[in-house]
């Protein structure tokens, strides 16, 4: 297949764009084999019901609707490219990555297929229901052994349709021995009830399948820029007003000693290392911790802090300090630290 014209733009030219301009489908590209693998791993359970996938500005699955709308960025490397550059990560990019989200997705689907939540006993496993949105922020209990863990996050714990959309997630997979994994814990009882529930309606087709178009849920007819700005935002809108006691502490405010240099200096040329660890630990997104890197070099530089050059503890350190303000922003939507 030829490359696309636009493939070939710079970024400034591609985000002049709009994303429904660009053509894109999932036919013929490297997604259409990962759907067919998840349409494949239903069939193996029995499943007849493959869900719908369209392209979308990101991973969801419309209320009421049984159908999957995968990120448009994930269509074509110029794309991901692009994501890359502007949210300094693609969701999703890896297929491993790819097939943990769509199997998570798909559980949506089928929860509107088959209209799961009006069940007495799913409402008894995983909690009522309702019309909500999971919740950007919430307080999760990473050691609770009462949901799995799939997804970053404990993202069971946010919703109850997510935990039943996580603890389908982890039925399906392929090779996964949940038995023994959660053997033990509370969560194997939700995992023995989805397996009885799917066994349920294994050959059956779906009691809710909805007529719609794609084109009802015209979430790409804006410009990459648009989609960028809005995005860039949603992850950026929440910064610290950074506690300059324990920016004092972690860097000296003095000027022109021997075997020191400016803190702001020392943040630019760690910021990667930085970045990857913090990151690694918290499972934030990259644009967002590089945003708060920004703040921090902004606001050192006022104060004229520096650091040591030969200080090994350092980057653990300001590291340590990172984690915990990142940590705070997952647990209550704020950059702020523990009192």
């Known amino acids: 297949m030829d490359a696309p014209a636009w493939a070939q733009l710079s970024d400034s030219e591609l985000l002049e764009r709009r994303i429904a301009s660009l053509g894109i489908t999932i036919a013929g590209t490297l997604l259409q084999p990962l ?36 990120p448009f960025f994930l269509t074509h490397d110029r794309l991901r490219a692009l994501e890359r550059s502007m949210i300094l990560e693609v969701e999703g990019d890896a297929p491993a990555w790819f097939m943990k989200l769509i199997r998570h997705e798909a559980a949506h689907a089928y929860a509107y297929a088959y209209q799961f939540t009006r069940k007495r006993k799913w409402q008894q ?33 946010a919703h109850p349709d997510e935990d039943f959309a996580e603890t389908f997630a982890v039925w399906l997979t392929p090779g996964n021995d949940w038995r023994t994994r959660y053997r033990g814990w509370k969560a194997l009882q939700k995992l023995e009830y989805v397996d009885a529930l799917m066994h349920s309606i294994a050959g059956k087709p779906p009691v809710h399948q909805p007529v719609y178009r794609p084109g009802d849920f015209d979430c790409l007819n804006v410009k990459l820029k648009t989609y960028y700005a809005r995005k860039r935002k949603l992850y950026a809108d929440t910064y610290p007003d950074f ?97």
């Open 243 to 339: 506690y300059d006691k324990d920016l004092r502490q972690l860097f000296p405010a003095s000027s022109d000693i021997a075997g020191r240099y400016r803190a702001s200096r020392y943040l630019r040329m760690r910021r990667h290392r930085l970045m990857d660890s913090v990151c690694h630990w918290t499972k934030e997104k990259k644009y967002r911790v590089d945003k708060l890197l920004d703040r921090l070099v902004a606001r050192c530089d006022q104060l004229g802090l520096v650091a040591q050059t030969d200080d090994p503890s350092q980057d653990f350190r300001v590291s340590a300090y990172l984690t915990t303000l990142v940590v705070n922003y997952l647990f209550t939507g704020k950059f702020q630290r523990t009192k």
């Open 35 to 70: 759907v067919q693998q998840l349409h494949d791993e239903l069939s193996a359970k029995g499943l007849v019901f493959h869900p719908p996938c369209h392209v979308g500005d990101e991973w969801f699955v419309p209320v009421g609707i049984p159908a999957i709308f995968v």
């Open 125 to 157: 496993t995983f909690g009522r229901t309702s019309a909500d949105e999971t919740p950007q922020f919430y307080r999760p209990r990473p050691y609770s052994h009462s949901f799995v863990v799939h997804l970053d996050d404990w993202y069971a714990q």
